[in-house]
């Protein structure tokens, strides 16, 4: 049963989100302007024992924006990729769900503002990403101390960086974690129009368009671009999170079992009434629960950091 608030979040992406969402063509634009709105004026803040720390661009090292979440004593790292269709999405709107699992979790939190498509498109997004897990490995950061966690393209993002990781035989980290991920740009699985009145926040006009910004010709079955269509052998442990109402349910269900056919473990955990990407939403009851219990598995994966928050 889901909580009240959960409930109102639904009716509320429902009458104002998913209509502006709706709208074609895609005006990117737009969409930006009504996630600052959403997000108001102020800079969302982090409790108090958890450190904020920006990092500016690098590019002599090819490092996009990011900033640091840090507990006190932190023992793990976290890279996490924000959701947005590739299109949308900054740090503002991910920092309190990444201050909540660097606290649970007793991590540091690196949050990536990577580049966005249409002004960048593929593989622009995967190019930030794969350069700060290489530079965590640069700084002495062990691969089995590091977990990946990304939400919805976010998803996608962290599966592509450990495939170009493995392609490239560095060492791949301790594990990922996924929260509603899109990993099928092609938009071909079935949910996309079964639950297209189901789902509260995403209509099925937005992921084609914004998926055709973002490969910008590249053909949408690439692996590294869409990761469902990927030689998955070889990657770490998944945790993979969604909801039974969300059009993005059948790419969940899809990775969760090519991956166990491929010798990967995976976990796919399905919850009922809950938006997309809903971990983000840190105001839910829901989205806590959801990141503890992601928290405990990335502490899991972590055996070399003794101990816990």
Partial sequence: MSSLKALMTNTYLRTVVKPQLAATPLDVGRIRALGERLLGSEPMTVPADVQHVAVAAQPSRKLCPAEWLRADDYQRTVLYTHGGAYCFGNLDGHRPACAYLARKAGAQVLSLDYRLAPEHPFPAALEDTLAWYRALLD????????????????????????????????????????????????CSGRTMRSLEHADAMLPPSLPPQAAALYLNGTDAKEPLASPLFADLHGLPPLMIHASNGEILLADATRLHEHAQAQGVKSELHLRTYLPHAWPVMLPLAEARETLRESAEFIVGLTPSAEGDD
């Fill in 139 to 186: 700084s002495g950061t062990p691969a089995s101390e590091i977990v990946l966690v990304g939400d919805s393209a976010g998803g996608g993002l962290v599966l592509a960086c450990m495939l170009a990781a493995r392609d490239l035989q560095l060492p791949l980290p301790a594990g990922a974690v996924l929260f509603s991920p899109w990993v099928d740009l092609s």
